[in-house]
């Protein structure tokens, strides 16, 4: 089954970093990348750049709309993120609890489905 574990961070939290420490967890999310992928249970992960880099598409009266990051009414940005394949939300929930994003970003756990379910 397959289950997106979002790193939800809070918004300006990369800048404060120094760009010692970014490098540090950076390789930290990598190692842990490649360990799920070891295990097999890995389908793809990213990193993503943070918000002010993104654009906002919305249907509106018909009409297109799109908006450039950085979100203002946003708090939070989603900073990347790990597609796993295992059977069950307890597992999925077991390796979200042992990815290092958990001491300094929130990490959602959602199963994969369609939008109708």
Do not use: W
Not at 80 to 85: P, R
Request: net charge negative; hydrophobic share 45%.
């Amino acid at each position: 089954m397959a289950y997106l574990m979002l790193i939800i961070e809070p918004r300006g939290q990369r800048a404060e970093r120094s760009a010692e420490e970014a490098q540090a967890r950076y390789d930290e999310m990598q190692a842990f990348a490649r360990q799920l992928n070891e295990r097999g249970v890995l389908r793809a992960a990213e990193s993503l750049r943070s918000d002010e880099h993104g654009v906002r598409v919305q249907q509106a009266a018909g009409k297109a709309e799109m908006r450039d990051g950085p979100f203002a009414e946003a708090k939070e940005m989603v900073g990347g993120f790990f597609l796993l394949d295992v059977p069950t939300l307890a597992e999925a929930v077991e390796i979200a609890r042992q990815c290092p994003a958990a001491r300094f970003a929130t990490v959602e756990v959602r199963e994969c489905a369609p939008c109708n379910a």
